[in-house]
């Protein structure tokens, strides 16, 4: 089993910090990426909108997430080993490996801990980005949004992204 990955927020607060610290990151990724497409300060005024950045950090905190990689029985072996983690399974049943995120605490609340996967045969590449954005929308996106249990919001952004 390989372990990828930094990010593993242990609380819907800590969620929403790490979330937080990605807009100067979010920023200069759309401000390099527009720079080689040649965009001009017209331009780059009217099509960065504060989605566009949301977006991009969305993204990121996706992509930063920790994910185990193994074999099925690899990926059996720990849910036997952490029996407070409920499946969120995607792909086939008749493929040897899966990539994994178990997520710290119930997004909703209550209930069981998930731990979303995904299986993969060929494909590791393919199947760690579609994990990162399951996890994000199924766990994390309610949680930065504001939209969880404690009532919680975020600390509201300009058009920027800026807090």
Same mark, same amino acid.
């Given at each position: 089993?390989?372990?990828?990955?930094?990010?593993?927020?242990? =609380?819907? !607060?800590?969620?929403?910090?790490?979330?937080?610290?990605?807009?100067?990151?979010?920023? /200069?990724? /759309?401000?390099?990426?527009?720079?080689?497409?040649?965009?001009?300060?017209?331009?780059?005024?009217?099509?960065? =909108? *504060?989605?566009?950045?949301? =977006?991009?950090?969305? !993204?990121?905190?996706?992509?930063?997430?920790?994910? &185990?990689?193994?074999?099925?029985?690899?990926?059996?072996?720990?849910?036997?080993? &952490? @029996?407070?983690? $409920?499946?969120?399974?995607? *792909?086939?049943? +008749?493929?040897? +490996?899966?990539?994994? &995120?178990?997520?710290?605490?119930? @997004?909703?609340?209550? %209930? #069981?801990? @998930?731990? /979303?996967?995904? =299986?993969?045969?060929?494909?590791?590449?393919?199947?760690? %980005?579609?994990?990162?954005?399951?996890?994000?929308?199924?766990?994390?996106?309610?949680? /930065?949004?504001?939209?969880?249990?404690?009532?919680? $919001? @975020?600390? #509201?952004?300009?058009?920027?992204? $800026?807090?």
């Amino acid at each position: 089993m390989d372990t990828e990955g930094t990010l593993a927020p242990a =609380t819907p !607060a800590d969620a929403r910090e790490e979330y937080a610290t990605l807009v100067p990151a979010a920023k /200069v990724a /759309v401000r390099e990426a527009t720079k080689a497409m040649s965009f001009d300060r017209e331009e780059y005024a009217e099509r960065v =909108t *504060g989605e566009v950045i949301e =977006t991009v950090r969305d !993204a990121l905190f996706a992509s930063l997430l920790r994910v &185990h990689v193994g074999t099925r029985e690899e990926y059996e072996a720990w849910l036997d080993d &952490h @029996p407070e983690y $409920e499946s969120d399974m995607a *792909g086939s049943d +008749n493929v040897d +490996n899966v990539v994994w &995120h178990p997520v710290a605490f119930a @997004p909703d609340g209550d %209930g #069981p801990k @998930p731990v /979303v996967a995904a =299986t993969w045969q060929a494909e590791r590449e393919a199947a760690l %980005g579609t994990l990162r954005r399951r996890a994000f929308g199924r766990a994390y996106r309610p949680v /930065v949004t504001g939209d969880d249990e404690d009532g919680t $919001e @975020p600390e #509201p952004t300009d058009e920027a992204g $800026e807090p």
